[in-house]
């Protein structure tokens, strides 16, 4: 990392994803040495009046769970949270702003004449109600202007607008005020190993060269399953639904990295100029080729509307218009308050021409990407059941990260993201125009579905989810493997 007096300000700093994701992976930074105290120092800022004491007592509460007994990770900790500092006020207020730019400028000041460069990021752990607002405080009276040599960068998080329309509002109002090369569109789905892993897999590996198309695969599965509900969060959730939860933005970049094309190199603008690509190949989605579904309960939240019609669960199916993929149906799929947790990549290659074994009764070639939990690759495969019989069974190759790499910690996805923002690598972060491609996919059937064309079915929890989603996975191709 560059060296030069850091300020990292959180705003939101009081609420929930501040607490359990942001600060969190800015702990486990300082941890590990990427920030050091003689540079850097966080500042919260959020309308709860209370001091920078209470702050950073409250996150000790949390951050030191399951760190009880060690007497060096407390020490660690106290040491993480003499960095914090906290500035009460709201998100339109002018005093407020300026208040925050007095004390990051107080603490510039105090460390700039041994470190010269002076950074700033700005992480809006907000709803994006607020966005416009903070973005436009921050460019006002928190911006770096004494420093050309230093930067100002701002992190945001989804939901960026709830369709076309308003995103494209979003972006131009934030687009006015700073550059995109300042703005950071967090999709956490992009810091998580296996997401991190899936070019290097494709683009590195002689291998999938020759098997990465139309004429070797027959479906792709890409699957988010959890096994609770909204829990706490039904407000928002019903709101927004699965759609744009997960599958318009985790999902779909996920679907980028499995079907773009190979990158001129690995510039950051070159891999996103492929993910737009693939995007804008996207044809529109038929309403025979989804499934919605909302699990039972879901309406018993009271901030949840009686008469709701927002999907828990949902199957899409997109299909690409491109030399590689015509005809390959990729399923995406994702589901809350489901029978397990999990996220998977699911690569279903076609049967053997002129099969001598009668082998596919088994089950096809499939090569899975687990992504969570318990990172893994595997390919199924049909090999000779051991032993004396000249039989044939389907067996695994099978790469289990926890096996196979004992000693390597997988850091946390917002660790990863946060640290690229401060080296300035915007390659996991999404592009306005990329954003834009993601809407243009989905908006469509998100306006059919707030039309009533569309309804959700419903399913128990604990359950695979409606027996619709199935029945249209079959019919799309994918054919139920045994084993794994
Ligand atoms: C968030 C969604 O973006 O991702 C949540 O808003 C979801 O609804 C979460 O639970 C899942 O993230 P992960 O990393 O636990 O798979």
Same mark, same amino acid.
């Given at each position: 990392l560059e060296s030069g007096c850091l300020s990292i300000v959180v705003l939101g700093a009081s609420g929930d994803l501040a607490k359990k994701k942001t600060f969190p992976a800015l702990f486990h930074l300082f941890r590990q040495g990427f920030l050091q105290s003689n540079e850097v120092h966080i500042f919260g800022y959020a309308r709860?009046?209370?001091s920078s004491e209470e702050l950073r007592e409250r996150l000790r509460g949390y951050l030191s769970k399951g760190k009880e007994d060690s007497v060096e990770e407390l020490d660690y900790l106290s040491k993480f949270l003499q960095l914090i500092k906290y500035v009460s006020g709201s998100y339109d207020s002018e005093e407020g702003f300026q208040l925050l730019n007095k004390e990051i400028l107080e603490h510039e000041s105090s460390k700039r004449s041994q470190l010269g460069t002076s950074r700033r990021l700005f992480y809006?752990?907000?709803?994006?109600?607020?966005y416009p607002s903070v973005c436009k405080m921050i460019r006002n009276y928190?911006?770096?202007?004494?420093?050309?040599?230093g930067w100002t960068r701002i992190i945001v998080e989804k939901p960026?607008? /709830? #369709?076309l329309g308003s995103s494209e509002e979003l972006s131009a109002q934030l687009g006015e005020l700073f550059d995109e090369k300042q703005l950071y569109r967090i999709d956490?789905?992009?810091?998580k190993e296996l997401v991190q892993n899936l070019l290097v897999v494709r683009f590195a590996n002689r291998f999938f060269l020759p098997l990465w198309n139309r004429d070797n695969i027959d479906n792709v599965q890409i699957v988010f399953r959890e096994d609770f509900g909204t829990e706490g969060r039904g407000g928002y959730f019903d709101e927004y639904g699965i759609i744009r939860d997960i599958i318009q933005n985790h999902l779909l970049q996920v679907f980028c990295l499995v079907a773009m094309e190979k990158p001129v190199s690995l510039k950051p603008e070159h891999i996103r100029d492929e993910k737009v690509k693939v995007l804008q190949s996207v044809l529109p989605i038929k309403l025979e080729e989804v499934v919605l579904g909302q699990y039972d309960g879901? /309406? #018993?939240?009271?901030?949840?509307?009686?008469n709701s019609n927002t999907p828990t669960f949902a199957t899409v199916i997109l299909r690409i218009h491109n030399e590689r993929w015509e005809g390959v149906p990729f399923i995406l799929k994702a589901g809350k308050a489901l029978n397990s947790r999990k996220a998977e990549i699911r690569v279903q290659f076609k049967e053997v021409p002129g099969?001598?074994?009668?082998?596919q009764k088994q089950g096809r070639n499939e090569f899975v990407i687990r992504l969570q939990p318990l990172e893994a690759m595997y390919m199924k495969l049909t090999v000779k059941?051991?032993?004396?019989?000249?039989s044939t069974i389907q067996s695994e190759l099978d790469l289990s990260y926890k096996q196979r790499y004992q000693d390597v910690a997988i850091p946390e996805a917002y660790e990863r993201l946060i640290l690229d923002t401060i080296r300035g690598d915007q390659q996991h972060f999404v592009r306005r125009d990329e954003l834009k491609a993601a809407w243009e996919i989905f908006t469509p059937l998100l306006h059919r579905i707030e039309d009533g064309e569309l309804k959700p079915l419903p399913y128990k929890p604990g359950?695979?989810?409606?027996?619709e989603a199935d029945q249209l996975l079959a019919k799309a191709g994918y054919v139920q493997t045994h084993g794994y």
């Open positions: 709860t009046k209370i809006l752990a907000l709803p994006p109600s607020v928190c911006m770096n202007q004494s420093d050309l040599t960026f607008g /709830k #369709d956490h789905y992009l810091g879901y /309406k #018993d939240d009271q901030t949840v509307s009686p099969d001598i074994y009668k082998c059941k051991p032993g004396l019989e000249m359950s695979r989810g409606p027996a």
